[in-house]
């Protein structure tokens, strides 16, 4: 049984949003810091990616751990529901299926994708680390 009513549930889930959330304006602010350029949410993309480098033809997803249910040790925000498991069971499956099949479709199109988990953001220079690592020198490319 739910904690809430249905109304209080319904309004808490209209209020995720996709773009621009907080995990999202880190990455972007820590990659503008280290010199990169980007374009957001481009919709000719498979997944709309959060960060998109058109000239390196790389792309950057921001995860949250729940929604995308990151399987790493030690991530505990990945976790699934205990009320209504007949919803949360397959939805969360879906969208793991979705993620693995938007990375195959970048990958045929010859797209590179890095995926930052949200529990990876508090680290914030490994982020740099991982970034930098992924995307080369942030010179003209």
Known sequence: MDRITA???????????????????????????????FRLHRSDLPGKPDLVFPSRKKVIFVHGCFWHQHTAAGCKAAHTPRSN???????????VERDARIQAQLTIAGWSA??????????????????????????KN
């Not at 988990?117 to 982020?127: F, I, M, P, R, T």
Request: charged residues 25%; aromatic residues 8%.
């Open 7 to 37: 109304e209080r549930r319904s309004a808490n889930m209209r209020k995720i949003t996709s773009k621009g959330t907080k995990p999202e304006l880190l990455v972007r602010s820590i990659v503008h810091r280290l010199g990169y350029r």
């Open 85 to 95: 498991t007949e919803y949360w069971g397959p939805k969360l499956a879906r969208n």
């Open 114 to 139: 890095l995926t930052l988990w949200e529990c990876e953001l508090k680290d914030h220079a490994a982020v740099a680390q991982t970034v930098s690592a992924f995307l080369g020198s942030p010179g």
